[in-house]
C-alpha cells in the first residue's frame, strides 16, 4: 500500500474528483486515523492553498463532534492532511 512518513495506509474510505480518503495506522499500536490526500499529482498553487486553509480551519475547530486535524504533511508533489 501507499506511504506517507510513517504511516502506513491500509484502506481507501473515499475517491473524489479532487482527494482521495485513506485509513491509516501509525505502527506499531497506535489508534488509526484518516489521511486525506489531494488527488492531483501536480496541483496548483491554488489548490494548495486551499488545502492549507482548509487544515487551518479544522484545527481551529475545537468543539466536540467536530473531526480534529492532527498534522498537515507534504506527500510527493502533493499534501495530505490527518485527520482524528
Known amino acids: 500500500m501507499t506511504e506517507l512518513a510513517d504511516y502506513q495506509i491500509t484502506d481507501k474510505l473515499y475517491e473524489s474528483r479532487n ?27 491554488a489548490e494548495l492553498t486551499r488545502y492549507q486553509q482548509e487544515y487551518e480551519i479544522m484545527r481551529s475547530l475545537n468543539s466536540e463532534g467536530v473531526v480534529k486535524a492532527y498534522d498537515l504533511q507534504r506527500y510527493d508533489n502533493t499534501l495530505a492532511i490527518v485527520l482524528e
Open 19 to 45: 482527494s482521495l480518503v485513506y485509513r491509516a495506522t501509525l505502527p506499531p499500536d497506535w489508534p488509526s486515523v484518516i489521511v486525506k490526500i489531494l488527488k492531483e499529482d501536480y496541483p496548483t498553487p
